[in-house]
């Protein structure tokens, strides 16, 4: 009884006071209030920006992280452990470290920026810029999501597939996408997830350039530190609304077992 009462007190200070807070604040005012925050110009361009970046991300990472996947369960080669390792890498290295480090690769006097740039192509204080950061920070999530399913399954069905003639894309479209879809779902809502509320990397990239390449959570920043209150406490509604949304859905996709 004792623990239970100290968990709930926990989590009533960490999470149920801020965030009802934060509701309180943004709904002080009548709804009328939080629509009109949230289709303000900026507001309205800051979420185009956003679903932009995630889409990108989340496409971008279903593609490697099924490949990934794939590779590393059904396929042996040197440097395996390595590759594993480095897929993990993300989730320990500090997301500005990442935004600085694609800036010194990317940026105008970089190796592979100035290049770029020379020829007509900016990724640094651009959308590219914003998606690639997203895309490294959110890499585990569909990897891991499916590994362990592909390990369940095992690879009979796909030999025997194999052996009655089907092609590899065959073999991958019949038999093993119907066997993890319902892991890749769930992978794909973490990405989404994640993509739309990456803060640190996105906010050294982007230039946090208003009307330009500012995401829903740099427009947060930007209008509370303006003293804008009410639609920074209207956006940072809408996120959490969001991963409130985001919570229910992996709930449902969570792989059984």
Same mark, same amino acid.
């Given at each position: 009884?004792v623990?239970?009462l $100290?968990?709930?007190?926990y989590?009533?200070?960490l999470?149920?006071l801020? *965030?009802?807070? $934060?509701a309180w604040r943004?709904?002080?005012d009548?709804?009328g209030a939080f629509?009109?925050a =949230?289709t303000s110009?900026?507001?309205?361009?800051?979420?185009?920006v956003?679903l932009i970046?995630?889409? &990108?991300?989340v496409v971008?990472?279903t $593609?490697f992280?099924?490949?990934a996947?794939?590779l590393? *369960?059904r396929?042996?080669?040197p440097?395996k452990?390595?590759?594993n390792?480095?897929?993990?890498?993300p989730?320990?290295?500090? /997301?500005?470290?990442?935004?600085?480090? =694609?800036?010194?690769v990317?940026g +105008?006097?970089?190796p592979f920026?100035? &290049?770029l740039e020379? +020829?007509g192509?900016q990724i $640094?204080f651009s959308t590219p !810029?914003m998606? =690639?950061?997203?895309?490294?920070?959110?890499? /585990?999530?569909?990897?891991r999501a499916v590994?362990?399913?592909?390990?369940e399954?095992g690879?009979?069905q796909?030999?025997?597939a194999t052996?009655l003639?089907?092609s590899? &894309?065959q073999?991958?479209?019949?038999i093993t996408?119907?066997?993890? +879809? &319902?892991?890749?779902?769930?992978?794909?809502?973490?990405c989404?997830?994640?993509?739309?509320g990456?803060?640190?990397?996105?906010a050294? *990239?982007?230039?946090r350039?208003v009307?330009?390449?500012q995401?829903?959570?740099?427009f947060v920043?930007?209008?509370?530190?303006?003293f804008?209150?009410p639609?920074a406490?209207?956006a940072?509604?809408?996120l959490?609304l969001i991963a409130?949304?985001? =919570?229910l859905l992996t709930?449902?996709l +969570?792989?059984? !077992?």
């Amino acid at each position: 009884m004792v623990k239970r009462l $100290i968990v709930l007190i926990y989590l009533l200070f960490l999470l149920v006071l801020p *965030v009802g807070l $934060i509701a309180w604040r943004t709904f002080g005012d009548g709804l009328g209030a939080f629509f009109e925050a =949230l289709t303000s110009s900026s507001a309205l361009h800051a979420f185009q920006v956003t679903l932009i970046v995630a889409v &990108w991300a989340v496409v971008l990472n279903t $593609i490697f992280g099924v490949g990934a996947a794939i590779l590393l *369960v059904r396929h042996e080669f040197p440097g395996k452990r390595l590759l594993n390792a480095l897929i993990d890498l993300p989730m320990a290295v500090s /997301p500005v470290v990442v935004g600085l480090a =694609l800036i010194l690769v990317y940026g +105008r006097f970089g190796p592979f920026g100035g &290049w770029l740039e020379g +020829r007509g192509i900016q990724i $640094i204080f651009s959308t590219p !810029g914003m998606v =690639l950061a997203t895309v490294f920070v959110a890499l /585990p999530l569909v990897v891991r999501a499916v590994v362990p399913v592909l390990e369940e399954l095992g690879d009979e069905q796909e030999q025997a597939a194999t052996t009655l003639g089907a092609s590899r &894309w065959q073999t991958f479209l019949r038999i093993t996408l119907p066997g993890i +879809r &319902w892991a890749l779902a769930y992978g794909v809502v973490l990405c989404l997830a994640r993509s739309l509320g990456e803060y640190g990397a996105v906010a050294v *990239v982007s230039g946090r350039l208003v009307d330009q390449t500012q995401t829903l959570t740099l427009f947060v920043e930007e209008r509370f530190q303006n003293f804008d209150q009410p639609a920074a406490f209207a956006a940072a509604t809408a996120l959490a609304l969001i991963a409130v949304l985001t =919570l229910l859905l992996t709930k449902f996709l +969570r792989p059984k !077992g």
